[in-house]
């Protein structure tokens, strides 16, 4: 009789704390892309350093050699800021305008990619957030690479 008591609360326990654990996910999936990556000054943080490991990566670096750092770096904060939910507005040009006539490869993509997951890596965002941004980043392959 105890045993199968101590069984039940048991299964009480598990079921309470499986709930728990369900709601606290879909919490955290109703929360913004944005407020999950820590808001403004976190993605100004890994814009700073993914911009510090592009001007280090010797497969793209040269790319950028004549451009405006903290322009750049501004608008690429409202970029993110914006397709995560964020409360910005990105004042900078189209993908498309942006980047047309760079000839851009697609190894020099997947480079900057590359140097984009190292920060986001090193800042510790975690898997999820990580693939969200990533995936609403590479919907801008096509127009960045102008094909
Ligand atoms: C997901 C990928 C990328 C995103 C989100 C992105 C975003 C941006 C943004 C927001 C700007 C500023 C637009 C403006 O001037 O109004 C920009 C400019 C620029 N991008 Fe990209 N870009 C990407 C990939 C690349 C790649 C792969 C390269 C070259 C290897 C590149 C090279 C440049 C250069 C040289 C500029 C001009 C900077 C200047 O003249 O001040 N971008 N990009």
Redesign the pocket.
């Given at each position: 009789m105890k045993g199968l008591m101590g069984g039940a609360l048991a299964v009480a326990l598990v079921v309470a704390v499986g709930c728990a654990s369900m709601d606290d996910r879909m919490a955290m999936n109703k929360k913004s892309l944005y407020n999950r990556l820590g808001g403004k000054p976190a993605i100004a943080a890994v814009v700073d350093d993914f911009i510090a490991n592009?001007a280090a990566d010797g497969r793209?670096s040269r790319?950028?050699e004549?451009?405006?750092?903290p322009?750049?770096k501004g608008?690429?904060v409202?970029?993110?800021c914006e397709a995560s939910g964020g409360p910005c507005t990105?004042t900078?040009?189209a993908?498309a305008?942006?980047?047309r006539g760079?000839n851009?490869a697609d190894a020099?993509?997947d480079?900057?990619?590359e140097d984009?997951v190292k920060s986001l890596d090193s800042f510790k965002v975690p898997a999820q957030e990580k693939s969200e941004l990533l995936g609403a980043?590479?919907g801008?392959?096509g127009q960045?690479l102008g094909r």
């Open positions: 592009v793209i790319r950028f004549s451009a405006d750092i322009r750049l608008l690429l409202e970029q993110i990105y900078g040009r993908m305008e942006a980047h760079m851009i020099e993509f480079a900057l990619v984009l980043l590479g801008l392959k960045i």
